[in-house]
């Protein structure tokens, strides 16, 4: 069990659930008191002897038992029976067979599953009980702030929330997660500066699918600093990871019109200099830049199999717009209730052929997707709207509707149009879309 639950169980005695009977009266009938006595006390010594031997032997049972209790909890959370998995953590606190290192686990675990149930109040209590002991293990330290954190925010106290994702990211310096939902909680107060710090750590530490949502984070925070042309960065490379990234998409679709008047305007600027008023307010766009962040909730039981995992960084020569795959996403950590599980692997994409268009594409390295849409008649009527002003731009090849099956995400139908042989001529181009309101990005030319 040692393996399965961070720190040994040697337990305290259970007392004696019986009493014995008193043998020092007793007496031969045939002999005399002495003999009596004599029987009497060797009777006793048995006895005690007996008794002594028993008081492992319970304390192993105390032991054995609080081992399956937790053991029954761990299994309730993996099933997603939080409130059985509360019991289960309950009784292994009562049964009196856990060191002060798994008592302080216990109550770290029947937080999370109180947490997984909606109890916010109650989780934040227990978190607060593991903490405080002193007796977490140091790998599970840090989990405990981080989930805390988690609870504390969703209960509405974002200011101790902070300091528990703070708390984290000292212990772990490279804990990505906390600086992405610290992020989220500075941007949303205001504090832009700060949020980009934060975001830019959490990116930096962040591999897989899952680092698009600090990457969206901080184009928002850009956003609000009237840093435009660094927000519309970031919203491409989280489109790079995920092409089906609808927020960043529409996001980036609003700002790039605001991107083209201000080149026009540096344009004119340099032609006809003008003096303007210094308290200009940040461009802002129908989006507020206050929408809620993405809280990542790290791992399940088996550690870290989760939103901010560790996952090699794809090659150089990979294209842009091959995402980088990731396990799916998990909830709290518990801690090492486990041996740490294999990283799931997911089933590739599974992409039917490309629909018919007008002609075909010839092959190309390079292409630039313009959309995707849930039908494909929205696709086509997408493409009839921009061709007249795409056309200037990637010449007179035809375009292509590619259907994908993304399983649980369900179909989106990919347009697609253009033919480079350099990444450069294709990311060129989407810059050009970008100034007549066309926004697009680059992905590898097989259809």
């Excluded at 140091?138 to 609870?151: F, M, Q, S, V």
């Excluded at 984070?217 to 609808?246: H, K, M, V, W």
């Excluded at 717009?321 to 041996?339: C, D, K, N, Q």
């Excluded at 001529?425 to 992905?443: E, G, H, N, Q, T």
Aim: charge should be negative.
């Amino acid at each position: 069990m040692r393996d399965k639950i961070s720190g040994d169980f040697p337990l305290s005695p259970f007392e004696e659930g019986r009493s014995m009977r008193q043998l020092s009266g007793l007496q031969n009938p045939g002999r005399g008191g002495s003999w009596g006595s004599a029987l009497g006390a060797l009777l006793l010594a048995i006895a005690a002897g007996l008794s002594a031997l028993s008081t492992p032997a319970r304390a192993g049972s105390a032991e054995a038992e609080a081992a399956a209790l937790m053991q029954a909890g761990t299994d309730a959370i993996e099933r997603g029976v939080y409130d059985r998995a509360a019991a289960e953590f309950s009784n292994a606190l009562d049964s009196g067979g856990l060191t002060a290192e798994g008592r302080a686990l216990a109550y770290h675990h029947r937080a999370v599953a109180l947490q997984k149930a909606g109890q916010q109040d109650a989780a934040i209590s227990d978190y607060t009980k593991a903490i405080g002991s002193a007796a977490l293990p140091d790998k599970i330290l840090p989990k405990a702030y981080y989930n805390r954190g988690i609870a504390l925010a969703n209960a509405g106290q974002e200011a101790a929330a902070e300091r528990d994702y703070l708390e984290a990211t000292r212990l772990v310096p490279d804990y990505a997660a906390a600086y992405h939902n610290l992020a989220n909680l500075e941007r949303r107060r205001g504090d832009y500066a700060a949020a980009i710090g934060h975001y830019t750590a959490a990116i930096g530490n962040m591999k897989g699918r899952d680092r698009k949502l600090p990457l969206f984070g901080r184009a928002l925070s850009f956003e609000q600093n009237g840093q435009l042309a660094l927000a519309a960065n970031d919203l491409q490379q989280a489109l790079d990871i995920d092409p089906e990234f609808e927020l960043a998409a529409t996001k980036l679709n609003a700002i790039s019109p605001m991107l083209a008047a201000n080149d026009d305007e540096r344009q004119d600027a340099a032609s006809n200099p003008r003096v303007v008023s210094a308290a200009l307010a940040p461009f802002q766009t129908g989006a507020s830049g206050q929408e809620r962040g993405q809280i990542i909730r790290v791992a399940s039981i088996g550690g870290w199999r989760t939103t901010a995992t560790r996952f090699p960084v794809p090659k150089e020569e990979q294209s842009v717009a091959v995402a980088e795959t990731s396990p799916p996403p998990g909830e709290l950590i518990t801690g090492s209730l486990r041996h740490r599980e294999p990283a799931t692997e997911l089933e590739p994409l599974r992409l039917a052929a490309a629909l018919p268009a007008a002609t075909g594409l010839s092959e190309a390295r390079y292409r630039v997707q313009l959309g995707a849409f849930r039908e494909a008649a929205l696709a086509s009527r997408a493409w009839a709207e921009m061709a007249g002003e795409a056309a200037a731009v990637i010449g007179g090849s035809s375009h292509a509707i590619q259907k994908a099956d993304l399983g649980d995400r369900g179909t989106f139908y990919r347009l697609r149009a253009g033919e480079f042989e350099l990444m450069e001529d294709a990311k060129s181009a989407c810059r050009a879309l970008a100034a007549r309101k066309i926004a697009c990005f680059v992905v590898e030319g097989d259809v």
